[in-house]
């Protein structure tokens, strides 16, 4: 079993809707998490980083992480075309960061 | 401004060659990382350094070596390249451990 889970997809909405992507974890040793969006033929950037349970908000993004169930997720509202990528979930411990398999999500206008 | 870049982006190699794959920061950070992409399993860690002269194995090591001889570079070489080694070399930097990763933009590597 992956340490880091990740649906998949491939995940395909209308421009305008709102999407969920989703990621579950095992190891308890992870403190902190991230969402990397990654372009076709292009390395992963970060697009959010966050450390404790809750919600975190940046613009039409919000990254929600519920340590007692073990859950993260990155909800993207007014989806648009150029939103059009894989999205990575990373949990990290104090000593390296784990990736999930990434969710291909493409926008159609 | 400060980047990442690796080199060559794209190269073809024949089985058994060994083969080097160059990644250079000038972010000046001190962690280092490898990784390899493949399709249904993600990003998956092979080596990382804390520091110069420090170097680790990760998840997927085995046919793999690093070396860090200064802060900028983090060299990857595949001792002798195997066909299921193809797949796409990231390489990645951060200040600390707990920080933001800053990926390379990939090399593409195919071995026949």
């Known amino acids: 079993q992956k340490e880091v889970e990740q649906d998949p997809g491939p995940l395909s909405v209308p421009e305008g809707a709102i999407v969920s992507l989703n990621c579950t974890y095992s190891?308890?040793?992870?403190?902190?998490f991230m969402w990397y969006r990654q372009y076709s033929r292009k390395g992963p950037e970060l697009l959010m980083y966050?450390?404790?349970?809750g919600n975190k908000e940046d613009g039409r993004f919000t990254a929600q992480v519920d340590k007692s169930s073990k859950y993260i997720s990155l909800f993207i509202r007014d989806s648009q075309p150029s939103d059009s990528a894989t999205y990575l979930c990373?949990?990290?411990?104090?000593?390296?960061?784990?990736f999930g398999s990434g969710t291909q999500l493409t926008v159609l206008p | 401004d400060a980047e990442i870049t690796q080199s060559p982006r794209h190269k073809i190699t024949e089985t058994g060659r060994q083969v080097t794959l160059a990644c250079h920061q000038t972010?000046?950070?001190?962690?280092m990382f490898w990784y390899r992409q493949d399709l249904g399993h993600g990003l998956r860690l092979i080596h990382y350094?804390?520091?110069?002269?420090?170097?680790n194995k990760g998840e997927v090591s085995d046919g793999y070596s690093v070396s860090r001889s200064n802060t900028e570079d983090l060299p990857l070489t595949l001792e002798s390249a195997a066909s299921s080694q193809t797949s796409v070399y990231f390489c990645?930097?951060?200040?600390?451990?707990?920080?933001?990763?800053?990926f390379g933009p990939g090399t593409r590597l195919t071995v026949l």
């Open positions: 350094s804390y520091g110069v002269h420090d170097t």
């Open positions: 990373a949990a990290g411990s104090a000593r390296q960061l784990t």
């Open positions: 990645a930097s951060s200040r600390a451990i707990t920080d933001t990763q800053y």
């Open positions: 190891n308890s040793a992870f403190q902190y």
């Open positions: 972010w000046n950070h001190n962690n």
């Open positions: 966050t450390y404790s349970s």
